[in-house]
């Protein structure tokens, strides 16, 4: 299963890459995830995405494509990988195909999920997210068991910068510019599956799984 997430911010690709990667048993490769824990360990790599990151800006191409292009290499992504926020434009698309073509490998399936901006706001700040291990949560969707720890590892909870109110509208922008002429691109190649993104998160499973084929 070689696999990518297509969809706004806050349209719960995160999520259901954590269920997808339990049934499939392939590792989810999340830029965003990649970089804030770049930005967590200060490396250069994370500070320079940090700058970028909290005003709801894309990293540059060249930045974002060297750190998946060591990432694919790992071994765990040779059984498959479900892709998480990558790629978000054009560029990194077509990287993408060159460096799966170098590894024989490509893409089976590109999931669209979709969610209207109106609602991308309202998910995106009510979201906490652990500050450990990434699992998220919403205050009203998807609350944790303990107010503001993880239910996984009981670490604090936080709101990302980029969740914040302002941020998203100009997130929202970067995604219909850059990143949704993407569903152009994998359509012509026959890969996208369209799924409707409102629901619950199992509804939601249900929808992606049935539109991959899969039982
Ligand atoms: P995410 O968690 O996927 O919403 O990503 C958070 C932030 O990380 C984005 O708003 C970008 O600043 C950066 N980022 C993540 N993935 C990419 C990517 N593929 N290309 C450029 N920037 C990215």
């Given at each position: 299963?070689?696999?990518i997430?297509?969809?706004?911010?806050?349209?719960?690709?995160?999520?259901q890459?954590?269920?997808?990667?339990?049934?499939?048993?392939?590792?989810?490769?999340?830029?965003?995830?990649?970089?804030?824990?770049?930005?967590?360990?200060?490396?250069?790599?994370?500070?320079?995405?940090?700058?970028?990151?909290?005003?709801?800006?894309?990293?540059?191409?060249?930045?974002?494509?060297?750190?998946?292009?060591?990432?694919?290499?790992?071994?765990?992504?040779?059984?498959?990988?479900?892709?998480?926020?990558?790629?978000?434009?054009?560029?990194?698309?077509?990287?993408?195909?060159?460096?799966?073509?170098?590894?024989?490998?490509?893409?089976?399936?590109?999931?669209?999920?979709?969610?209207?901006?109106?609602?991308?706001?309202?998910?995106?700040?009510?979201?906490?997210?652990?500050?450990?291990?990434?699992?998220?949560?919403?205050?009203?969707?998807?609350?944790?068991?303990?107010?503001?720890?993880?239910?996984?590892?009981?670490?604090?909870?936080?709101q990302r910068?980029?969740?914040?109110?302002?941020?998203?509208?100009?997130?929202?922008?970067?995604?219909?510019?850059?990143?949704?002429?993407?569903?152009?691109?994998?359509?012509?190649?026959?890969?996208?599956?369209?799924?409707?993104?409102?629901?619950?998160?199992?509804?939601?499973?249900?929808?992606?799984?049935?539109a991959?084929?899969?039982?």
């Amino acid at each position: 299963m070689r696999m990518i997430l297509l969809g706004p911010p806050g349209s719960g690709k995160g999520t259901q890459a954590q269920k997808l990667i339990e049934k499939f048993q392939v590792p989810q490769v999340s830029t965003g995830d990649l970089f804030r824990s770049a930005a967590k360990n200060q490396t250069a790599l994370g500070k320079k995405a940090k700058e970028y990151m909290d005003r709801g800006a894309l990293v540059p191409d060249q930045v974002v494509i060297g750190m998946v292009e060591e990432r694919m290499k790992q071994p765990d992504c040779k059984k498959g990988f479900i892709l998480d926020g990558f790629p978000r434009t054009i560029p990194q698309a077509q990287a993408l195909d060159k460096m799966l073509a170098g590894l024989g490998m490509n893409v089976d399936a590109v999931v669209e999920v979709d969610v209207p901006d109106q609602e991308v706001v309202r998910r995106i700040s009510g979201r906490r997210t652990c500050r450990n291990c990434s699992a998220m949560y919403h205050i009203e969707f998807n609350k944790p068991k303990a107010a503001g720890k993880c239910d996984k590892c009981g670490s604090e909870l936080y709101q990302r910068d980029d969740d914040k109110e302002e941020v998203i509208k100009s997130r929202l922008k970067v995604y219909h510019d850059q990143t949704a002429p993407l569903v152009e691109f994998y359509s012509k190649k026959n890969l996208v599956k369209k799924v409707d993104g409102i629901g619950s998160i199992d509804e939601i499973f249900g929808k992606v799984i049935g539109a991959l084929g899969a039982k």
